[in-house]
């Protein structure tokens, strides 16, 4: 007999609890759409300015050097690993929440919830983390054209001097939930054009840098050896991840079931390409000690006689990475929105605009929690609670992904994991790898937020979720 905390979502009938017409998603992406949205989760600050802190090291001289290409080519394999488990589950079960709704319906209704709570936190932790990050783009940006804004406005306390607030970033936050709420479809279209912008760009560098590359700076080409471009590769992977947040629109796809397993894979390898060309164009520029760790490809222009180009550039990271933001806050308003679909969490989360089929309730409510902690809080500390929770999806996908293979064979699936169990098994090692690498108060902090989220689970979410209902008469389907 199981358990009630394991009672599983019935994937045979899944559709058929997609809800009434007020708690319902209009599916209107098509595949390239779908893909903007992969590709704009996926390249962001990571290409823009942790290939160059990886390759250069906090410290001078100890960073990897040009192996900082076999840093993301590791990483990006065992991203895959993960990613193929995701666009798996994606063509079968194509309904939003991502991992949170595979955990529930293999693994049973209390591992999905502890998912789903937990990517609460992370992706919203995210949209801060990254807003942070460009406002620091923009005050150099300002400063570069002579204009000075009031300190008080430029940054989280304890930041700077006289920093009370990081304004911009708060207000950019804000920004991104208004364009969610607009309508999925006409987020898309952002989404389309600046993902647009975002790999020209790209592509401008590795074209233009690829004129500038010196053959000397690659020698020494692994200054630390394999085992530098190992850990380096821990630190990039948190660059190669955002089709797991793609996969939280599955229910707002046309052709879920085609589109996204197409889709994530596509996102992935588009992201890898650029990435494995940028690498290379940097670190044949300039010499891998020499490369600015906060803006690595602007400052490689710049030393090359290109500063304005390296204006440019950086002013494209800007546009760019929001595109990062918008992904995520896509993410952590779809898993909200279907744990309270579900009845995890209060009905009243899971109502969305009657014009518009999108849940603005959920979406401002994130928007408003990711930019009080982007304004208050400094990067380093923000960024401790984007980690671990994504890495912890991933082992649970990976594991689902088997263990149904195993239980229900005979499932139509449009598109398999291959070398089952050898890859997801592979996405499995690697992430709980990189878990290791975490410190200690970010396992304290996880451990605080996993106590309150089963608190929350024991006291509403077991009784209240619709498979409890049903079980007890208070709640029959459709």
């Not at 905390?5 to 998603?25: A, E, K, M, V, Y």
């Not at 940097?282 to 204006?311: C, H, Q, R, W």
């Not at 969305?352 to 309730?361: A, L, Q």
């Amino acid at each position: 007999m199981t358990l009630p905390i394991f009672r599983r979502l019935p994937i045979d009938r899944i559709d058929d609890d997609s809800g009434d017409s007020g708690t319902q998603l209009t599916r209107s992406l098509g595949l390239w759409q779908l893909t903007a949205i992969g590709v704009g989760g996926i390249i962001g600050a990571g290409i823009f300015s942790l290939a160059g802190s990886v390759a250069s090291g906090a410290e001078g001289g100890k960073g990897v050097g040009p192996a900082v290409v076999f840093s993301f080519l590791i990483a990006g394999i065992a991203s895959a690993a993960a990613a193929f488990s995701y666009a798996e589950f994606a063509g079968m079960i194509p309904r939003a929440g991502s991992a949170y709704t595979y955990g529930y319906a293999v693994l049973g209704e209390v591992v999905g919830w502890c998912i789903g709570w937990d990517l609460l936190l992370e992706y919203i932790a995210i949209v801060a983390v990254v807003g942070i990050g460009i406002s620091g783009y923009f005050e150099f940006l300002l400063t570069q054209f002579g204009v000075e804004l009031p300190a008080w406005m430029m940054g989280a306390p304890g930041t700077g001097e006289g920093h009370r607030v990081d304004l911009f970033a708060m207000i950019l936050c804000l920004l991104v939930a208004f364009v969610l709420t607009r309508g999925i479809r006409n987020a898309a279209r952002f989404e389309l054009v600046v993902v647009g912008i975002k790999v020209a760009i790209v592509v401008l560098v590795i074209v233009v840098g690829a004129s500038q590359v010196v053959s000397a700076n690659y020698t020494p080409f692994a200054p630390l050896g394999f085992g530098g471009a190992m850990t380096g590769a821990a630190t990039v992977f948190f660059a190669v991840f955002g089709y797991d947040a793609l996969s939280t629109a599955a229910e707002e796809s046309k052709d879920a079931q085609r589109h996204m397993p197409k889709a994530i894979l596509l996102s992935l390898a588009i992201a890898m390409v650029l990435y494995v060309g940028v690498c290379l164009v940097l670190t044949g520029m300039v010499n891998y000690k020499e490369i600015d760790p906060k803006a690595g490809i602007s400052s490689a222009f710049a030393a090359t006689g290109m500063a304005s180009l390296g204006s440019i550039i950086a002013v494209g990271a800007i546009v760019g990475i929001i595109t990062v933001m918008l992904t995520f806050m896509l993410g952590v308003t779809r898993v909200w929105f279907s744990m309270a679909r579900d009845g995890l969490l209060p009905s009243w989360f899971a109502k969305t605009d009657p014009k518009r089929n999108v849940p603005t309730r959920v979406t401002w409510i994130a928007g408003i929690a990711s930019a009080i902690i982007a304004g208050v809080l400094p990067i380093s500390e923000a960024a401790e609670l984007t980690n671990i929770g994504i890495l912890l999806a991933f082992v649970v996908v990976c594991i689902a992904v088997i263990v149904l293979r195993y239980r229900r064979p005979d499932i139509p699936r449009p598109f398999k994991t291959p070398l089952m169990p050898f890859v997801p098994a592979l996405g499995v090692i690697f992430s709980l790898w990189l878990v290791s690498f975490l410190e200690p108060v970010t396992w304290l902090r996880f451990l605080g937020w996993f106590v309150l989220g089963l608190i929350v689970y024991f006291a509403y979410s077991r009784r209240h979720s619709k498979l409890a209902r049903r079980e007890t008469g208070a709640d029959q389907p459709r």
